[in-house]
């Protein structure tokens, strides 16, 4: 097909330029590259990858732009990279853009819903794995907000005379990016006109940006909502300590607190529940977006998740807002990542949490359109740490904050939350922690312990756990039918899809822990006769 139309309509951006609004925020487009990125159930798609300027008044709630450089118009200048992919005009898409707030760099949407089961998509890569997102016609930009991945924000010298980062101006961008696309109407957006609602998507580092985001009021500027949902995995507690002013070359934002650094301030801080966070809102009247909180089983061990429930004062969980769901993924680990890695003491967590973030994204969106409300939230019930050195206690500059770890059944898995089949019919113990916890994969990709497959071999070692054998006498069928229930009772209740369900149950059927059923003799079905 001929991309020149295509192509001219996305850079006729100097005549746009000329008649824009003083007060608009996005003031150019450039666009570098246009690819063809392949044909799916919703029509073509194209990748762009590009450069978004932008320009902010010096009044923003931003920290230190007052000090930065202005343009002729006194406006503050920035600029920032971005790369969608998107249905090839005119094909219109099913009107919902996803903006993925890109984790240290790298894009997470197809990670979380475009990941084969047997092999997931790491972050950073976008390749089609599924094509889950193209089938159903999302559309995606993948917004750089973070130093040294790809975004300029504002300067400035400070009293030293040393050269500054206005760092805080990631959240105008991330809003102004998204608000552009769904509301500009000329030629210089290649989605005007085609777009009505926008939900973005957070992971771990940038859960916690997008739930900051919210907290600091970024989401409406004059008027106007950016963000009908937002989908924010793995965010552990906290917020991001981003609304500041660095010297580069790396961001502020980007430590964490770990075994090695327990204490580190900025990111264990107010708001950790989302009742703070949407008091925050009302007491400034603004909008509400639809929120859908995903706690991975692992987290609640090593990055003090159930703070989120709690705040930092006592163990009594705070009530979820009407506007938000949360769903613990038990058994699941921060990192979907099963590739063996020597380095690690056990098994890498191998339980597949890529169906239940498709299925929490089509509800969301669901949500937002006004078409069903979501299902109800589901956690896992919490409790004391069970003197494992490993986890992540409360910082010391928490003193009244408690820190609680999922409960276990006789096996080691989690009660309670979203149970995906894999875990409600296990073939092993998931989502405990690994060692080394200095080795970042070993940390955050947690543990799977297999069963032993027969009742000697556990006899053997001294492995108080049920064997495969035992567990499902009946072998692959039993196995397979428990697995099946387990699957069609997710579908009914919505956290699971019907194309989902089926690749479960069909790798159950094909699974290598069981040995096929040995053929009858010739004529049993027909007692002997020939």
Known sequence: MDHRPFLIALTALAAWASTMPATAAITELSIRETKPYGTFAAGKFVRIEGEARGSLAPTEPIADIEKAARDSKGRVPYRTQFTMIIPEAPTPGNGALLVDVVNRGRAVTHMFYNSPRERPLPPGNLDPGTGFLQNRGFSLVAIQWEMAEGIE????LDDKGEKRFAEGVAFAAVRDIALFLRHDRSKANPLAGRVDRVHAIGYSQ???LLKTFLALGFNEQDGRHAFDGLHVVAGTAGVIPLNASGKGPG????????????ELRGVHEEPFTYEAVMQRLLAKNKFAPRVMVANMNTDYLSTRTSLIRTGARGTTEAPLPANVRMYDIAGAAHMNERRPNKACEYELGQLDWSPAMRAQLVALDDWARGRAEP????LMPLGPQRGDPRVLDAPKFLPDAVVLVPQVDQD??????????DLEAPLGQHGDLNSPMSNGTCRLAGSYRSFAKTAAERQSRNDPRLSVEERYPGGVNEYTSRIRA??????????LLPEDAAVIEN????NVAFALTPPRARGALTGGQR
């Open 412 to 421: 080691g898995n989690s009660l309670g939350g979203v149970r995906l089949p």
């Open 153 to 156: 924000p504002p300067t400035f």
């Open 507 to 510: 790798a159950a059927a094909d």
């Open 375 to 378: 299902p109800a939230s589901r």
């Open 251 to 262: 961001s502020v934002a980007a430590a964490t607190p770990g075994p090695a650094n327990a």
């Open 206 to 208: 940038t859960a916690r």
């Open 486 to 495: 387990a699957a069609r009772a997710l579908v009914a209740d919505r956290l």
